[in-house]
């Protein structure tokens, strides 16, 4: 059984970073598409913000190209999404995703192309 389990989260101000792991256990990370996604209050589906696939493609959402970076330690069996330059409208629950091999893009991967979920964590950018 694959266990995701998000880390890192927290509170920043405006032009701040802030660095999510995600551990799993049960899943070898190196396999299978891996992807970071955040949900906003009052949205019923969550957002894709940055994915690496099964070739190692990584991609990522418009909104956060360029300020955010996805990356993986598979020796660790982590994931990690490093932000930047944070804006309030990155505030948000995050949650990393892991799902079988095959390809994503951050900009149109949806909620039922991954099997395994963290829990989320949530980040909050203040003004």
């Known amino acids: 059984q694959v266990q995701l389990k998000e880390s890192g989260g927290g509170s920043v101000q405006a032009g701040g970073s802030l660095t999510l792991s995600c551990a799993a256990a049960?899943?070898?990370?190196?396999?299978?598409?891996l992807a970071w996604f955040r949900q906003t209050p009052g949205k019923e589906e969550r957002e894709g913000v940055a994915a690496i696939d099964s070739e190692e493609t990584i991609t990522y959402a418009s909104s956060v190209k360029g300020r955010f970076t996805i990356s993986k330690d598979d020796a660790n069996d982590t994931l990690y999404l490093q932000m930047t330059n944070l804006k309030p409208e990155d505030t948000a629950m995050y949650y990393c995703?892991?799902?079988?091999?095959?390809?994503?893009?951050?900009?149109?991967?949806?909620?039922?192309?991954?099997?395994?979920w963290g829990q989320g964590i949530q980040v909050t950018v203040s003004s």
């Open positions: 995703a892991a799902d079988r091999p095959g390809r994503v893009e951050a900009e149109t991967m949806i909620e039922p192309d991954f099997e395994a």
């Open positions: 049960g899943y070898i990370l190196r396999n299978g598409c």
